[in-house]
């Protein structure tokens, strides 16, 4: 065990978040006593609660009283109540990432996903596979997944699956055997200085990769490939576009934008494979799924079923349900490359306009990437453009919501900017028309906007 014979109970800082609660879990399971707090309640926490932790709300300095080990996130900063008073009582503390890394180090066989864009619906696809192969994973993941019963899967295995976020360095605390890189773009630019610096971190992450390891790379994301001279370990690509080791090949979609295609490995054909959820970029995904699991000897009979039996995640286009004619989805997307490939799986889905109703997360990568974002929103007929969720940051000035409405509007002329959430209900429910369909784009709390819109649809009825 990576923890000391001192360590009893465990403290969460920002316990709600979808990795620290899994992480909590995974501690839950190995008979700690674990405890934690966040600021506001929400259903991962009701299911922490059930399972024996104490949860409170909100952070305050006494929640951290009797813990033995504080584990905080990073959004969590240092003049938070908690960590000042578990530096005064002299509680260790540790980072997210770094605790991950030390339960990572305990098993033979950690399988990283990296990448700016994807990562969590390839990541779910590899444990699917690895689930229905009966190699019975340990899986963290940034998302829910009904196949696994939520974020996080607890297995007795050597093989530990999770998704690696690049944002301040972080799965550089990581143990891969495996690594994955999906892509690699701008972003998170409040850390990160430009692309080579990125590029040069996700070349660090390539390095933690032992010889006897495997890294798998997109062929057809340049910055990616520059990533692979530099690997000490086996590697392989994947792509649709550029010459690679695993390629997909009569892509086909059908009614609803769900693809079919030929997987071929070398001069090799594997078959025919089915996905469930739009959009050629899941092509790719499922492709890395597929170089992960025939690295590990894993049939292609099964990857094939469980690529067919995997819905997506929640949050990543997520049919909410469809009212009066009118289906309305809820997406994740938060960087420009992420949008425009949403909309344009979006396209291939049955309807009439398409509307996206996007909210920007952080005002850092608003500003930097605003003219990106601007050219991203092509696919919609109508945009509207709510307030920027701040996440971690302050609310400068430098840069408005209504910023990126009136540079959107430069390029298509569809888009409005609309405040509060509750406008935008009564708006949409009110000019949308049967055969529509709504998207509610964003990493921060625009999730909640999909059922308020549904609700307004209903009472029209």
């Not at 779910?124 to 009966?134: H, L, T, Y």
């Not at 630019?189 to 590029?199: A, M, R, S, T, V």
């Not at 971190?201 to 990616?224: M, R």
């Not at 039996?309 to 309305?328: A, K, M, P, Q, Y």
Request: hydrophobic share 40%.
């Amino acid at each position: 065990m990576f923890l000391s014979d001192n360590i009893k109970t465990v403290h969460f800082i920002g316990i709600g978040g979808i990795s620290m609660s899994g992480l909590a879990e995974i501690l839950l399971d190995r008979g700690y006593k674990i405890q934690g707090s966040d600021i506001q309640d929400s259903p991962i926490i009701g299911k922490l609660k059930r399972d024996g932790a104490f949860v409170s709300i909100p952070h305050n300095a006494e929640n951290v009283i009797g813990a033995d080990l504080a584990v905080y996130t990073s959004a969590v900063k240092n003049d938070n109540p908690e960590i000042m008073k578990a530096k005064e009582l002299g509680i260790p503390l540790m980072d997210r990432a770094a605790f991950l890394g030390k339960i990572m180090k305990e098993y033979s066989y950690g399988v990283a996903v990296a990448g700016c864009h994807g990562k969590t619906t390839s990541t779910s696809m590899v444990s699917i596979i690895f689930k229905n192969a009966e190699l019975d994973p340990t899986v963290l993941l940034g998302g829910e997944l009904d196949a696994i019963g939520g974020n996080v899967r607890i297995g007795k295995s050597p093989y530990f699956i999770t998704e690696a976020c690049e944002y301040m360095e972080n799965f550089l605390k990581f143990y891969p055997f495996y690594g994955v890189i999906l892509n690699i773009d701008e972003d998170h630019l409040d850390y990160f200085k430009d692309l080579q610096h990125i590029k040069d971190t996700f070349i660090k992450f390539a390095k933690l990769i032992p010889k006897e390891g495997c890294l798998a790379v997109c062929a057809d994301n340049s910055n990616a490939m520059d990533v692979l001279p530099h690997a000490n370990c086996r590697v392989v690509t994947f792509g649709i576009d550029n010459k690679a080791d695993y390629m997909a090949e009569d892509i086909e979609f059908d009614e609803y934008g769900h693809p079919s295609f030929r997987i071929i490995k070398g001069n090799e054909d594997m078959g025919i494979y089915k996905l469930r959820i739009p959009g050629v970029h899941n092509v790719l995904n499922a492709l890395s799924a597929f170089a992960v699991s025939d690295f590990f000897g894993i049939s292609k009979e099964i990857v094939r079923d469980s690529l067919l039996e995997f819905s997506g995640t929640h949050r990543r286009f997520d049919i909410l349900g469809t009212v009066n004619g009118i289906t309305v989805i809820d997406d994740y997307a938060h960087h420009p490359t992420a949008i425009r490939v949403t909309l344009d799986a979006a396209k291939k889905f049955p309807h009439n306009k398409l509307w996206c109703i996007f909210q920007p997360h952080t005002y850092t990568r608003t500003k930097l990437l605003l003219k990106e974002f601007a050219s991203s929103f092509y696919g919609a007929d109508h945009v509207i453009i709510t307030d920027i969720y701040a996440a971690r940051e302050k609310d400068t000035g430098e840069i408005h919501s209504k910023d990126l409405a009136n540079e959107i509007g430069k390029i298509s002329g569809n888009t409005i900017y609309m405040k509060e959430f509750a406008d935008i209900s009564d708006y949409v429910a009110n000019n949308a028309r049967p055969g529509d369909m709504i998207m509610t784009v964003g990493a921060g709390s625009i999730t909640n906007l999909g059922p308020m819109i549904m609700e307004k649809l209903k009472r029209a009825e």
